[in-house]
């Protein structure tokens, strides 16, 4: 029998919870916020390309993002500027590259295609990527209830896409099919980024990242940003604009930075789809966006997919040595 403990006073203080236990509800909080930021992003982008088109928008959001973040890194630094080891440098150019010029044109151009709901769904299988790259760099290997998970959630995506090709909407469904390759990208960047935030901190990592991303996605929209109708834009479109670029993605990426450091690659990632939910109500509140039976149980099959294989019992990591491209990080990712 276990030994009673002493009763409580009605009005006694309550203990204070423990620094770590505070911290990762903090970070479970400031995890759910970005999630519902990103979903209704969605929305955001798809309203104001009515005005705007995405390569403007590029530019425009990749003008004001390097400015802000360069002042962030020099604020927390004392207005000096940090430097890196050569190794780290050239990985978080590269990474850079990779999330910024490359994963967030995809993502920008497939919204365009496709509709905010779809692709904030496609968006959300990024766990599975996740435990796919960790499952491939040898830090994780894949049950078999994980196994059954990735296939659920590429079925459900599938099925999700069938009436689109039945349609014959090959617009919708390059967008989307764009939109599931960029959430492959953006879970590399997610593991990969981890030990570089552990050993410099979010705020550095994701300001050199920017800023090593953002020169060709500049150049490449300025073509376009020249001819964009700039005049024409209401002051609710500038509103539009500064959230999706400052709210959405510079404070966004950052926090989301601190959340898996905090938490962990492996508890954080599922948070991701919850984006279809937080993107379908703005969706069906703001625009008037409706879905078929077709598209919920798609949706419904992905997201079991994606549950079943970030929470199915997973057997103990291999011993055997970590992949190049990890190395550097940590043995397990919780």
């Not at 659920?152 to 009436?163: K, M």
Request: glycine share 10%; hydrophobic share 55%.
């Amino acid at each position: 029998m276990p030994p009673l403990s002493p009763p409580t006073l009605p009005n006694a203080p309550r203990a204070a919870a423990p620094p770590e236990t505070s911290g990762q509800q903090l970070a479970l909080v400031a995890g759910l916020a970005v999630v519902a930021v990103w979903g209704i992003n969605f929305v955001v982008q798809k309203t104001l390309f009515t005005q705007l088109p995405p390569g403007a928008f590029l530019f425009a959001r990749y003008l004001l993002m390097p400015s802000f973040a360069a002042l962030l890194l020099l604020h927390t630094h004392g207005w000096r500027w940090p430097r890196l080891p050569r190794r780290d440098l050239l990985q978080l150019a590269g990474l850079g590259v990779l999330a910024h010029t490359v994963h967030v044109s995809l993502v920008t151009f497939g919204i365009h295609w496709s509709t905010a709901f779809s692709s904030a769904l496609i968006m959300a299988c990024g766990p599975v990527f996740t435990l796919l790259i960790l499952h491939w760099a040898g830090l994780e290997r894949l049950s078999r209830g994980q196994v059954a998970g990735v296939a659920l959630a590429c079925a459900g995506v599938l099925v999700f896409l069938s009436d689109k090709l039945a349609g014959r909407q090959w617009v919708a469904t390059g967008g989307d099919l764009m939109m599931l390759f960029s959430a492959s990208l953006f879970s590399y960047y997610t593991v990969m980024t981890k030990p570089l935030i552990q050993r410099h901190g979010g705020v550095v990592v994701m300001a050199y990242a920017t800023l090593a991303g953002s020169p060709l996605v500049v150049l490449m929209g300025l073509p376009v940003a020249w001819t964009a109708p700039w005049a024409q834009l209401g002051w609710s479109h500038w509103g539009l604009l500064l959230w999706a670029s400052l709210v959405s993605a510079f404070l966004g990426w950052l926090v989301w930075g601190w959340v898996n450091e905090r938490r962990g690659v492996g508890r954080t990632a599922p948070l991701q789809y919850l984006m279809p939910l937080a993107a379908g109500l703005a969706a069906w509140w703001l625009t008037g966006e409706r879905f078929t039976a077709v598209k919920l149980g798609g949706a419904a099959l992905t997201l079991s997919g994606v549950a079943m294989a970030q929470f199915a019992t997973r057997p103990p990591s291999p011993a055997s040595p970590v992949s190049p491209l990890l190395r550097g990080a940590p043995a397990q990712v919780d």
